[in-house]
């Protein structure tokens, strides 16, 4: 799975949000500049972002942009599905080779793989919520590492 620029600069915008005290909200200036984005490109991300519903705007000298939940409430799968414009029928179409359409596009042995992969990975990213996502690495890394441990442990049992 590759994580595009948006998704990333998403996830990013998001975990800044993430880290204002309740009720405080960040300029796109401000987003921008943290991130290292232009103010253009955050103001597009977050557009897209309040339209799912999960960043809201305030206008006034306190306003600015705010989580619409509790960080808590936000899963990085859901966050990612705000930009993946890509379903597997559109990977298809992109390994056509020289034809139009892939000529395993009826009966292709590599599909289901895809599919099994890519369910895994939204199942796993389902499970992250930004809260998780705004301590240091190394902690990040443990609470990930304590939410992958249950997945590991099954598939062991299951070979």
């Not at 977050?46 to 942009?65: D, H, M, T």
């Not at 029928?89 to 895809?114: A, M, W, Y």
Request: charged share 20%; aromatic share 4%.
């Amino acid at each position: 799975m590759r994580i595009t620029a948006q998704e990333e600069y998403g996830l990013r915008c998001l975990i800044q949000l993430a880290r204002q005290p309740d009720g405080q909200g960040l300029t796109l200036k401000q987003i921008g500049e943290r991130e290292g984005i232009s103010t253009a490109n955050a103001g597009k991300i977050l557009w897209l972002l309040s339209n799912a519903g999960i960043v809201k705007s305030a206008r006034g000298i306190k306003g600015g942009y705010m989580l619409a939940r509790p960080a808590d409430q936000i899963t990085v799968s859901e966050v990612i599905s705000v930009f993946e414009h890509a379903d597997l029928e559109e990977h298809c179409k992109s390994f056509s080779g020289i034809q139009e359409v892939c000529v395993h596009n009826t009966d292709c042995g590599i599909r289901p793989v895809l599919q099994i992969l890519n369910e895994t990975v939204k199942q796993v990213l389902s499970r992250i919520t930004l809260a998780q996502l705004v301590h240091h690495e190394c902690e990040v890394s443990e609470r990930l590492f304590q939410i992958q441990r249950p997945a590991r442990s099954s598939a062991a049992m299951s070979v």
